[in-house]
């Protein structure tokens, strides 16, 4: 799985840096708040996402975290024996140029990372790729996991 993130991360890199001048721009460090969507669960349904993230703070400008909290009440989700899905991603960003940036991430509190007893093969993961409209402080995110599906994540890019 790794490997399959890396090359994926080397690709895209490649290929959104034919030009090396943009590669190497100083990029401004921004908060972003956002409102997101779990397409489709493979349990069959949807559920909001909420991010939060600081995009652009280290490492010359080009690293930075989010976190994202994904909630949907009134159904009966099967996994947990709960009637209500709950979910959380703690990731990296990493900038590969002005407009467009790669995420990857993990679950860290509800079954995940830290509370790690239980969760059987479901360690929630997310690759995604994010995409800044230049003239507008708006990005646009489109993500997957292979145990949640699809996913989409507007944000609002305030700069630091």
Known sequence: MVKYISGFI?????LMNANAQSFFE???PSFEAGLGVVFK???????????????????????????????RGGINFQEDQTDFYFRDVLGVIVSVNKSFALRAGVGMF????????????????????TYQIPQYPVSVDIGY????????????????
């Open 26 to 28: 100083i990029r401004q």
């Open 10 to 14: 080397l690709a895209f890199t490649l």
């Open 110 to 129: 509800r079954k995940g990372l830290i509370t790690a007893n239980g969760t059987e093969g479901r360690l929630r993961k997310q690759i995604s790729i």
């Open 41 to 71: 669960h493979q349990e069959d349904f949807s559920a909001l996402r909420f991010t939060a993230g600081a995009k652009d703070v280290l490492l010359k400008n080009r690293l930075g975290f989010y976190y994202v909290v994904e909630y």
């Open 145 to 160: 996991s292979q145990w949640v599906g699809p996913t989409a994540t507007f944000r609002y890019v305030m700069p630091l």
